[in-house]
């Protein structure tokens, strides 16, 4: 699987972040990490994830950000969602992985494989 190369958008001190670099370690896979505490998402990326994924996916609605901003009482659709990521990064639902035209969000180990098969 050498040839099988995986980005994975997170923050170091990100559990969930941990594990899917964990899981693709295990698997021998080429990961290039982009570490979101130290340089955020281009908004084009951004977007990208969105288009594919739909904003909903993007948006950690567990997460103290979420809550802090009390965002659980306000009905937001797809557009306002991906202005509100645009905004705040720390909205996001971690991690967030590329292969070539594949996408996953969040910790889903099936979806995770699905992009080594894809």
């Not at 080429?30 to 990208?48: C, I, K, N, S």
């Amino acid at each position: 699987m050498a040839d099988v190369r995986v980005q994975v958008f997170g923050r170091k001190d990100s559990r969930e972040t941990g594990r899917a670099l964990r899981f693709y370690k295990e698997r021998r896979v080429e990961v290039a990490f982009v570490d979101l505490g130290v340089r955020p998402m281009a908004p084009t990326e951004l977007r990208r994830f969105a288009e594919r994924l739909g904003a909903e996916p993007l948006i950690d609605r567990e997460g103290k950000r979420f809550r802090e901003l009390g965002l659980a009482w306000i009905q937001m659709d797809d557009q306002d969602l991906l202005r509100r990521l645009l905004a705040d990064q720390r909205l996001l639902r971690l991690p967030l992985i590329r292969r070539g035209d594949a996408f996953a969000a969040g910790v889903d180990e099936a979806d995770w494989r699905r992009l080594l098969s894809g």
